[in-house]
């Protein structure tokens, strides 16, 4: 390396001599799947085992909050990377802006040779590389994956397409943790249908409720719990317009307390989402022991076998969604029977106990 300029050496000389891991992600707290992985392996000792220390490169807010966060992220990123104190990056990535602005981050790493493991989450990775992405964007994206070090994928069709896509990549499968309650849901409401996610079309919100409508000119008693941001108005304009309004709850976005009381009480959990990652609200649910009614996209079918821890859907059709919802609702004993065999999955694959040591795996693997 050349030669430091003497403001550089002297701030390098006051940081501590123990080398890190440098985790990059959205701010832990925020909305979305990345926070809360997170918060789900700092919570179960995967920081302070190994070193880690945590840079958020995005938090909600205006255009300049998220400016000003990325910029001083950066900031104390280079100075780690140019003071050699980073043992390796370890990057939670989506698409889009996601991918543009961390590319600012670990494109230095390479360059420095600093091992970056690049966390791929997000449904739509394939539609962004494949369908919005030029011939220069494209070449950007197949050189940071060939460069990393390892590819951290959620699913083994994820691994798959990442071979495919990107020869030479070295894709490592782990998926998403969940931290599983001491106990499963009482007293539940059978009638009562929960979903967390984002509303709007891409989580099938719509789907969801042209389900609903379908059951209630069923005659079912059948009520929707929907917690989340989005286009919510959007969404109760919909479901004014398929005359269910007084069925269906808006929640907002939950957390906490309320979502796990939320968890807790309903009868079923449905995502019927086009595009998916591994969702960890799919393993919360299944955690707790509720049925699923979900869409066989990403790597919910490696989470979900249909007709054993609830039911997969082709995504958009809502006659079939109903059908499987109004199975639930109505046959309470098979409800309880596949809410426990998801508890079980849950807990023997999906636990963080069992999660956070692979992903410590992968540090071992590619540290200098």
Known sequence: MTAQPATTRSLCKKMAPIRTVLMLGTAIGDHGGIGSVVA????????ERNRVEYLATHREGGALRKLGVAAAAWLRCMTRLFCGRVSCLHVHLASRASFWRKLLFFVPAFVLRVPVIL????????????NESGALAQWLIRFAFRRAAAVIVLSASWAR??????????AVIVHNPVTVPVESGEDRIGEAVLFLGRLGRAKGVLVLLEAAAMLVAAGSPVRLWLGGDGDVEGCQIYARKLGIAERVEFLGWVSGKHKRRLLKTAGVYCLPSFNEGLPISLLEAMAIGLPVVTTPVG??????????EGFLVAPGDA?????????????PQLARRMGALGRRKAI???????????IEAVYGAVQR
């Open 40 to 47: 789900i392996l700092r919570e179960n000792g995967l920081f």
């Open 348 to 358: 023997d694959r999906f636990a963080a106990e069992v999660i956070v040591p692979k």
């Open 161 to 170: 397409w990442v071979g495919d896509t990107f020869p030479g990549a070295n």
């Open 319 to 331: 006659a079939v969604v109903a059908a499987r919802l109004g199975e639930l609702i109505g046959d």
């Open 119 to 130: 966390h791929l989450h997000g449904g739509e990775f394939p539609l962004f590389y494949g």
């Open 299 to 308: 790597g919910i079918p490696e989470v979900v076998s249909d007709g054993v």
